[in-house]
């Protein structure tokens, strides 16, 4: 064997000091003239470390993973939240839409209620001016007209001793106003400036503007006409509100006023309040359709009316609703007011 090639086969052992002293002798002498052998022996004295490939010095593939990981939870993060803000701007929005189409639908109804029973009250009730007169009310109204305004003024006066408390439009559209020329032929106007006091002794003015035709007549008609009047007699009805929803209180006594007879049935209680339930017993046909308007309390002085009416209901089957603390148990009813509806009223004035 060679020298170089035994010296090489030692070189390990010498290094781990496994070889005899002959043997470190023998080596010691060959290195001092081989070259190639003392670096085989420095390779072998060097660290472990600096014999290793040099590592790379980027990120770990697990490292790696959790910044990717952490950006898709970002990003998924974000992602939720804006669903999560379109959802509940959904929502929101279309709770708002299904109330306010929840409010449309109660006026609707409400409305077409309302135009079935003024259909009723037309049909059952006598002439508006039967009625104005056996009421006590005179309608006044005059015209003028300048530079194409036309201007009505008009009052509803009570003759003196009347039992006319108050005189109020009727729920819904209120009157309509229009002009006419000699031959009856409606002149085209724009709505103008209205104003009136509807009270005890109503009185009113209402403005149109026109292209300056001469108009003739102004006419006036109001859907209806409620007139209050308070009962010579007190009618008061202590009443118990059951334990529960739905059971009624019991009443059935007549009353008269003014001549016109009434049965006051009961009263239904509900969780909104309580619903008076009564009847005309005199004809309509001969003196006019009459609603009763009540107030209610209880005994730590709540108490709840409706005045004007704020609806009309069935004239042959008429009710009040009222609002009421779902906490009082002990109520008194009271009739408060007597209300004539008189549809259809029409004033006309001449032009001057």
Request: glycine share 10%; proline share 6%; with cysteine.
């Amino acid at each position: 064997m060679e020298p170089c090639a035994l010296v090489r086969d030692l070189l390990p052992l010498l290094v781990d000091g496994a070889v005899s002293d002959e043997s470190r002798s023998f080596i010691e002498e060959h290195l001092k003239g081989c070259d190639a052998c003392r670096r085989e022996l420095d390779a072998l004295r060097a660290p472990l470390s600096s014999r290793l490939p040099e590592p790379d010095r980027g990120p770990s593939d697990d490292a790696r993973f959790l910044v990717r990981l952490r950006r898709r939870a970002g990003t998924a993060l974000g992602l939720v939240l804006v669903l999560l803000a379109i959802s509940w701007f959904g929502a929101v929005q279309y709770g708002k839409w299904a109330a306010h189409r929840q409010a449309v639908r109660q006026y609707q109804a409400a409305r077409l209620k309302e135009n079935a029973a003024l259909q009723t009250l037309r049909a059952t009730s006598p002439p508006a001016a039967d009625l104005l007169r056996a009421a006590g009310i005179t309608i006044e109204s005059g015209a003028t007209q300048s530079n194409g305004t036309v201007t009505l003024d008009y009052g509803m006066k009570t003759d003196p001793g009347s039992a006319v408390d108050y005189i109020f439009l009727g729920p819904g559209d209120g009157p309509r106003v229009g002009l006419v020329d000699a031959a009856g032929n409606e002149v085209k106007h724009s709505g103008g400036r209205g104003s009136g006091d509807w009270g005890h002794g109503v009185s009113g003015t209402e403005e149109l503007y026109y292209d300056g035709t001469t108009a003739a007549k102004v006419v006036m008609d109001v859907p209806t006409l409620l007139v209050y009047e308070k009962p010579k007699e007190a009618y008061r009805w202590n009443i118990e509100r059951p334990e529960s929803a739905g059971t009624d209180s019991i009443i059935s006594q007549t009353v008269t006023v003014d001549g016109v007879d009434f049965l006051v049935d009961r009263v239904v209680w509900t969780a909104a309040g309580a619903r008076v339930l009564y009847q005309q017993l005199t004809d309509p046909a001969k003196v006019g359709v009459h609603y009763l308007s009540f107030g209610i309390s209880d005994r730590m002085g709540n108490s709840s009316g409706s005045m004007p009416l704020d609806r009309l209901t069935d004239p042959l089957h008429p009710y009040q609703d009222l609002q009421v603390s779902p906490f009082g148990r002990y109520w008194t009813l009271e009739l408060q007011h007597f209300v004539l509806a008189i549809p259809d009223v029409h004033v006309e004035a001449e032009v001057k």
